[in-house]
């Protein structure tokens, strides 16, 4: 699989094409030559017979979220049979795009999925279930002048689970009550009780249908959290060979691969998606994909590959029109990877001083904006100039306030840790060691309490491993151990948790755990820049001097 993987990220893009891949691989359903592997799906309609096929072809491009495509392939099988009903209630779901994308949804895709909500219940005879689908999508959109997001999507999971009791065969309702559990769950919520009911759900439906592309897709992002990741790990590695032509089909794995560390699955995963991406011209999804790409090479030392991926940041950036049609990455994962994969190549190598000379970034997007203000303002307090830094935290507030009121709770919270993070470092830098760390415990315990965003492969900065990094500066190396520990707990295999851990045990007297380590970095980095970083050098040196 990772000679495939790496064949098509190698721009062997032609091969997307070719062989007679179907949507089904069902003896009773079409075969769709010429159009790529998507998947097996099931859906029966009250539609015309010769539309089935396309129908379920665009169904299973909206299980990998190839919202662009599947709208036009609706919009055909309409062309066909006009009093497809149902058709409309795909549209409005691929109106309503990813479901776990960061935010609030713009007005214009409410708008888009509301009117077809309306003409598909204004159109042919559906029948009670179709209706039932029709009714269950119409709580995304309706009342969004007075009632919030959050609400409607706690609707439409209730709408979803009446329909799946009501048609207890039917197999879409059950995988779309799941996945309506998995994108309502509270990031607050520890004990992931959403997360695993939907996990149970959707992995129980995938021993019976190992072919279906939104069973592997979901139980991914169901268990996209540290603690649950291991679940997934099947799904991983079977969801890119399900539906190989669906460029987020070869991206999603990379979330698993992500929470776990192990970055050489996630590079060869980002490769195919982001070559995939290019050829389909999904910009945003190419623009996603590097920066889980970025993250897993620079965790691995492969410092001059990230360098690389950074410099041709404009080249993409200059392909990228937030208003082309959707795929599974919104524009606001484009502005958010502009942003991060400059600043994670500064800060994940402790370059303090590129990280202050980061520009600043101005989007529709003020959380993705947020990025270089954080790694400018951690890169200024950490290079000695705390008043660069204190601008920064203070737009960081302005963001943040623009945040709330526009009803982001989501992200004005991030921002606000991010800002506590910052506003340490700066007490740190002014000589107020105590504040200092009091202030950046407390951000690293309000982090504890919430979860990454999809949008995002990890933390720029995870608030444990800055906490380890200010103890280790302040000669207290057992504390600062026990924080690095605790980081990478929730981010296995960070390349500069790992180096603190090591340092802080080393520094404490406990060298088996600094053996222990310093091993486990150099074995993540065993493919890294040769001598790398002066961290791997430094830990070379000590394994040579402690044998």
Known sequence: MRDLLRWIACGVAGWLSLGSGSVVARQDMAQHAGHGKLGTVHFPTSCAADVQPSFERSLAQLHSFEFGEATQGFQAVLGADSTCAIAYWGIALAAWGNPFAAGIKPAAQIQRGQEAIEQGRSTGSPTPRERGYLDAAAKLFEHADTLDQGTRLIAYRDAMQSLAARESGDLEATIFYALALAITAPPTDKTYASQLKAGAMLEELFAAHPDHPGLAHYIIHAYDVPPLAPRALDAARRYSEIAPSAPHALHM???T???VGDW???IDANLAS?????????TAEELHASDYLTYAYLQMGRDAESLRLRDSLAAIQSRFDPSAPGSAAPPAAGFFAIAAIPARYALERGDWAAAAALETHDSPTPFADAISDFARGLGAARS????????AAAHLQTLGDKLAAAHEGYWAEQLTIQRQELLAWIAFAEGRRDE??????????REDATEKNAITPGPLA???????EMLLELGRPADALAEFETALVHEPNRFRSLDGAARAAAKAGDNAKARKYYAALLQVCAGGDEPGRPSLVAAREWIRLHP
């Open 274 to 282: 982001a070559a995939a991406a290019r050829t389909a011209g999904s």
């Open 462 to 468: 995870p608030g444990r491993e800055l906490l380890g």
């Open 436 to 445: 200092a760390i009091e202030t950046l415990r407390a951000a690293a315990v």
């Open 257 to 259: 691969f992500t929470r």
């Open 264 to 266: 050489q699955q996630s």
């Open 384 to 391: 000695g100039k705390p008043a660069v830094a204190a601008a």
């Open 253 to 255: 794995p990379s979330h």
